[in-house]
């Protein structure tokens, strides 16, 4: 059974840094995608990053490009999601996905809000 937790969820100063974790079980770790995606209040969920492990690729939207940062560490099957120099338009609930097996490329995973699987979400508040 494929399972995604996130965890990391909390409050921060504009400026400040976050790190969230995924935790994958249930599926191979070497022919999938994964990836967050957020939903602020009042807004539609959207793509923020998207890994593609076969061929390494990565997908960032473009507004997010130089203050997220998406690793995997296979050893813990653990996904992460560093955001840093956060600002208050970041708040919102982030939802790690996976697209097992990978079907998708990054970017189409992230721009189509593709995945077969979804953790539950879990709240960043960025406020001062």
């Known amino acids: 059974q494929v399972q995604l937790v996130e965890s990391g969820e909390g409050l921060v100063q504009p400026g400040g840094s976050l790190r969230l974790s995924c935790a994958a079980s249930g599926f191979s770790l070497d022919y999938y995608v994964i990836g967050w995606f957020r939903q602020a209040p009042g807004k539609e969920r959207e793509g923020v990053s998207c890994f593609r492990n076969n061929d390494r690729s990565t997908y960032y939207a473009d507004s997010l490009k130089g203050r997220f940062t998406i690793s995997r560490e296979n050893a813990n099957h653990t996904v992460y999601l560093q955001m840093n120099n956060l600002k208050p338009e970041d708040t919102g609930v982030y939802y790690c996905?996976?697209?097992?097996?990978?079907?998708?490329?990054?970017?189409?995973?992230?721009?189509?809000?593709?995945?077969?699987?979804w953790g539950q979400g879990i709240q960043v508040t960025v406020s001062s």
């Open positions: 996905a996976a697209d097992f097996p990978a079907r998708l490329t990054a970017r189409a995973m992230c721009v189509m809000l593709g995945g077969d699987y």
